[in-house]
């Protein structure tokens, strides 16, 4: 049995389209069977709320009198891009304040404006023979732009990793702040209300499909950026009219330590066509997998720590070696739910019609890594492999021997396996040689907590962590934890020196 998208549009019309949210869908399902939710169900309503910093929208602002070509555009000293046309620019989400940094940006423009807020807007130009005006400061409404159309390269996320971190410290990510020793995971998406999930061939959400976007009613551009159906990471480029939006589903955010996002509400309606759309929309939480990831790794190619479930996420808790690991969403389940339950009454008030893509979007497409003409060099690159150390039982006076014959300011501990466990500096000897005299041993004076590099670790990481921690070596050691070499300020030297070469 198959439903054709006429009969589904004729229902809308005369008002007796049956619409469900994809959180009702599974029980109908498992009540109905497949067949008899095919017969029952019309239309299936989905929704999202979360931060989607690929956001952002194109102003149209009128000409002014004198007329001026905007080469460089500020709102509310937020700058925008205008190597468009001569009162165009672009306003991307993450932007942030020229004054004010990542405590106010794009994302906040673009909620000002839809709030009705009044929004200061600066121009500057070098001044043209058709286009005189060389600057502008004035005040703007959203309803006196000509055009305030949102176009977001890249929204609403097939499904996303899971975020954890491995490392001894607090770490500020765009997956938020993910505290040291793997002490939360974080996550975002709906899970199974979420748009993509209920459609992931990819069969009816394509390019012209009608959708939700921010209280109002936009429209599917094709694929997103980045967008990578093959390894279930599908992504949506959309658009909307900024001036039918409302504010309670769009919102300005600061993500500590990263930076400006905007959270926006997303929603797709999906029409019951066939059975193979029966079986998509009663996908459960259950049945969408993805991975732990460690954001303590610095890589682009991150480790899965675990792969898990939405319901294992959404269940407030995930076993991790062993540990009980709390989790957090990033982004509101609560709105989710409101997207989706304000694009069904939409439907059933017959405000919204539904549309079979115009063009399809590829289902198996995987996003590539950058390709890289320049390499950036590793640390087993530039490391001292001629290394130093001392182990934790031999005295203090050894390791000031050791220190004294200049080779190196840095000793790194080992065990008697040959564990790194320490380190040990000229100013910790110093101290101990100045002290009371009660110390005896290295184990006694060295520094526990130890900074290190991997051989693989691009050197720029590994500069980064000297400078962050203000030391000037780090111990390179392979995956037992055994010193391999040393890296310090001097071998970074090498870089400017001319010593390496790609």
């Given at each position: 049995m198959e439903k054709s998208l006429a009969i589904i549009n004729s229902r809308i019309r005369d008002g007796s389209a049956r619409v469900v949210t994809a959180e009702e869908m599974p029980a109908i399902v498992d009540e109905l069977g497949e067949e008899g939710a095919l017969n029952e169900v019309d239309v299936v309503t989905t929704g999202t709320f979360g931060a989607m910093c690929s956001s952002g929208a194109f102003f149209n602002f009128g000409h002014a009198d004198p007329p001026i070509r905007m080469q460089r555009v500020w709102l509310n000293d937020v700058e925008a891009y205008g190597g468009i046309a001569a009162v165009d620019a672009y306003l991307g989400a993450t932007q942030g304040s020229a004054s004010l940094g990542d405590a106010y940006g794009g994302a906040h423009v673009l909620e000002d404006l839809v709030a009705g807020n009044?929004?200061?807007?600066?121009?500057?130009?070098?001044?043209?023979?058709?286009?005189?005006?060389?600057?502008?400061?004035?005040?703007?409404?959203?309803?006196?732009?000509?055009?305030?159309?949102?176009?977001?390269?890249?929204?609403?996320?097939?499904?996303?990793?899971?975020?954890?971190?491995?490392?001894?410290?607090?770490l500020s990510t765009y997956m938020g702040t993910l505290l040291p020793k793997c002490g939360n995971i974080t996550y975002s998406g709906a899970g199974a209300l979420s748009p993509l999930p209920n459609d992931p061939a990819f069969r009816l959400i394509g390019s012209g499909v009608p959708i939700f976007l921010g209280g109002a009613q936009g429209m599917v551009i094709g694929e997103g950026t980045q967008h990578s159906a093959g390894s279930g990471f599908g992504t949506l480029m959309v658009t909307g009219d900024m001036k039918q939006m409302r504010q309670e589903f769009l919102r300005g955010a600061v993500m500590t330590g990263y930076g400006v996002t905007l959270y926006i509400g997303v929603g797709v309606p999906i029409p019951v066509i066939d059975i193979e759309t029966v079986r998509s929309t009663a996908v459960r939480d259950e049945d969408i997998l993805t991975d732990v990831i460690?954001?303590?790794?610095?890589?682009?190619?991150?480790?899965?720590?675990?792969?898990?479930?939405?319901?294992?996420?959404?269940?407030?808790?995930?076993?991790?070696?062993?540990?009980?690991?709390?989790?957090?969403?990033?982004?509101?389940?609560?709105?989710?739910?409101?997207?989706?339950?304000?694009l069904k009454r939409w439907i059933e008030a017959g405000s919204m019609e539904l549309a079979l893509p115009t063009r399809r979007i590829s289902p198996t497409r995987k996003a590539n890594p950058m390709r890289e003409t320049a390499r950036a060099p590793r640390v087993r690159e530039i490391m001292n492999k001629k290394v130093v150390s001392i182990t934790e039982d031999e005295e203090i006076r050894t390791a000031a021997k050791k220190l004294l014959k200049g080779e190196t300011n840095h000793l790194p501990v080992l065990d008697k396996n040959g564990v790194?466990?320490?380190?040990?500096?000229?100013?910790?000897?110093?101290?101990?040689?100045?002290?009371?005299?009660?110390?005896?041993?290295?184990r006694e004076i060295m520094t526990k907590r130890v900074f290190k590099a991997t051989p693989e670790e691009p050197v720029d990481i590994a500069a980064q962590k000297l400078e962050r921690n203000n030391i000037s070596a780090l111990p390179v050691v392979d995956t037992e934890n055994r010193v391999v070499g040393i890296l310090s300020a001097i071998d970074l030297g090498k870089l400017f020196g001319g010593r390496w070469q790609r």
């Amino acid at each position: 049995m198959e439903k054709s998208l006429a009969i589904i549009n004729s229902r809308i019309r005369d008002g007796s389209a049956r619409v469900v949210t994809a959180e009702e869908m599974p029980a109908i399902v498992d009540e109905l069977g497949e067949e008899g939710a095919l017969n029952e169900v019309d239309v299936v309503t989905t929704g999202t709320f979360g931060a989607m910093c690929s956001s952002g929208a194109f102003f149209n602002f009128g000409h002014a009198d004198p007329p001026i070509r905007m080469q460089r555009v500020w709102l509310n000293d937020v700058e925008a891009y205008g190597g468009i046309a001569a009162v165009d620019a672009y306003l991307g989400a993450t932007q942030g304040s020229a004054s004010l940094g990542d405590a106010y940006g794009g994302a906040h423009v673009l909620e000002d404006l839809v709030a009705g807020n009044t929004v200061e807007l600066k121009a500057t130009s070098h001044g043209t023979d058709c286009y005189p005006r060389r600057t502008i400061t004035t005040e703007l409404l959203l309803e006196e732009l000509n055009q305030a159309i949102m176009v977001n390269p890249r929204n609403s996320y097939q499904r996303y990793n899971a975020a954890i971190n491995s490392t001894d410290r607090t770490l500020s990510t765009y997956m938020g702040t993910l505290l040291p020793k793997c002490g939360n995971i974080t996550y975002s998406g709906a899970g199974a209300l979420s748009p993509l999930p209920n459609d992931p061939a990819f069969r009816l959400i394509g390019s012209g499909v009608p959708i939700f976007l921010g209280g109002a009613q936009g429209m599917v551009i094709g694929e997103g950026t980045q967008h990578s159906a093959g390894s279930g990471f599908g992504t949506l480029m959309v658009t909307g009219d900024m001036k039918q939006m409302r504010q309670e589903f769009l919102r300005g955010a600061v993500m500590t330590g990263y930076g400006v996002t905007l959270y926006i509400g997303v929603g797709v309606p999906i029409p019951v066509i066939d059975i193979e759309t029966v079986r998509s929309t009663a996908v459960r939480d259950e049945d969408i997998l993805t991975d732990v990831i460690d954001y303590g790794v610095p890589r682009r190619d991150r480790p899965s720590v675990k792969k898990v479930s939405y319901a294992d996420l959404k269940s407030g808790s995930v076993e991790i070696g062993g540990e009980t690991v709390q989790t957090s969403s990033l982004s509101s389940y609560r709105k989710a739910r409101e997207v989706a339950a304000e694009l069904k009454r939409w439907i059933e008030a017959g405000s919204m019609e539904l549309a079979l893509p115009t063009r399809r979007i590829s289902p198996t497409r995987k996003a590539n890594p950058m390709r890289e003409t320049a390499r950036a060099p590793r640390v087993r690159e530039i490391m001292n492999k001629k290394v130093v150390s001392i182990t934790e039982d031999e005295e203090i006076r050894t390791a000031a021997k050791k220190l004294l014959k200049g080779e190196t300011n840095h000793l790194p501990v080992l065990d008697k396996n040959g564990v790194l466990v320490g380190i040990v500096t000229t100013y910790d000897i110093s101290k101990a040689v100045v002290g009371d005299g009660k110390h005896r041993l290295v184990r006694e004076i060295m520094t526990k907590r130890v900074f290190k590099a991997t051989p693989e670790e691009p050197v720029d990481i590994a500069a980064q962590k000297l400078e962050r921690n203000n030391i000037s070596a780090l111990p390179v050691v392979d995956t037992e934890n055994r010193v391999v070499g040393i890296l310090s300020a001097i071998d970074l030297g090498k870089l400017f020196g001319g010593r390496w070469q790609r």
